[in-house]
């Protein structure tokens, strides 16, 4: 296989200046054909003005004409790709250096291989080493569903890469999922698509976004339950799961109490924990009991 051309997509919404160091980390990749794609979700900080002053044509700049959210953002940057792989990358996060030639050799080192290869994560306090040691697989091993399930951390939107007709032919992101939207992905591509690990470090996560969508409970709750809803319309997917769909509703449930508690809604909060009471899905443990006792001091709304 001649060097492919690979697509690294970057959604973001007022991460300057931090978005140039996810820009900076795909420019430098010791993989050389590649397409950096910003998507920006309507950012009122001046981040198209800023980064095609700084970046010319070294990144292609779609603008979003209202704020859709990563999701779409995501899929719109698929849909402009032009690369025969695509992978993505957090605007307040990095690739290490090797990150897309590390993927992109399970690739070419086994032509016939059609399904996702993926890398580790580590912290930006961490080292590769310690990253490692944290699983089980060793270099060009298989991860299964089951694999997944038990340990989530095992994949990320930073960590995987895929060729773009099976990404189109497995319909993307989903639009209406803007929390777990990857995990949705994941448990849909790990039901049909081989997934082998490259065995190394691809990406750095960091901390220091201030708009981090996961503290965005209020946008959580407008969200619902739409994941696992979503899921249970999967036949093939369900069918794989069996019984363990019902952890998946306890642990989305449970998030939905922690988001009605730090948003003060207590009433909510109580309905919601006496219906997932009587339905098996609220936490028994103490935490949450403690909160609902606590949530009658909350303001209402």
């Known amino acids: 296989m001649p060097s492919p051309l690979v697509s690294i997509i970057i959604p973001t919404y007022n991460r300057l200046p931090i978005v140039c160091r996810a820009i ?19 950012s009122n900080d001046g981040t198209v003005d800023v980064l095609s002053k700084k970046y010319g044509s070294q990144i292609t700049i779609l603008q979003n004409e209202k704020n859709f959210d990563k999701s779409y953002s995501r899929n719109r940057g698929i ?44 912290n930006e306090n961490s080292s590769p080493e310690t990253a490692l040691k944290s699983i089980k697989l060793m270099a060009r091993e298989s991860l299964t569903l089951d694999d997944y399930l038990n340990n989530t951390l095992l994949l990320s939107t930073n960590s995987f890469l895929i060729p773009k007709k099976l990404m189109l032919e497995h319909g993307m992101y989903n639009e ?3 929390n777990k939207e990857d995990i949705e992905l994941f448990l849909r591509l790990l039901t049909s698509l081989p997934f082998i690990f490259c065995g190394t470090v691809v990406t750095t996560v960091h901390q220091d976004a201030k708009n981090r969508t996961r503290n965005d409970e209020e946008k ?14 999967n036949t093939s997917l369900m069918e794989k ?3 363990r769909f019902k952890d998946i509703q306890k642990e989305e449930h449970n998030e939905i109490l922690r988001a009605l508690y730090r948003t003060c809604k207590g009433k909510k909060y109580r309905r919601t924990y006496r ?20 949530s009658y001091f909350h303001s209402e709304s």
């Open 176 to 178: 209406a999922i803007n």
């Open 24 to 42: 900076d980390s795909v420019l430098s990749q010791s993989y050389k054909q590649i397409e950096c794609i910003v998507v920006d979700d309507f």
């Open 241 to 243: 799961l069996g019984p």
């Open 79 to 122: 849909n402009n790709a032009n690369g025969n792989f695509i992978c993505f990358l957090d605007s307040d996060d990095e690739l290490t250096p090797k990150s897309i030639e590390s993927r992109l050799e399970v690739f070419l080192d086994t032509p016939s291989f059609k399904g996702v290869s993926f890398g580790m994560r580590m």
């Open 220 to 233: 959580f709750l407008l969200q619902k339950n739409i994941f696992t809803e979503t899921i249970s319309t």
């Open 275 to 294: 219906d997932g009471w009587s339905n098996k899905l609220s936490s028994r443990n103490f935490k949450f009991l403690k909160r609902y006792l606590l």
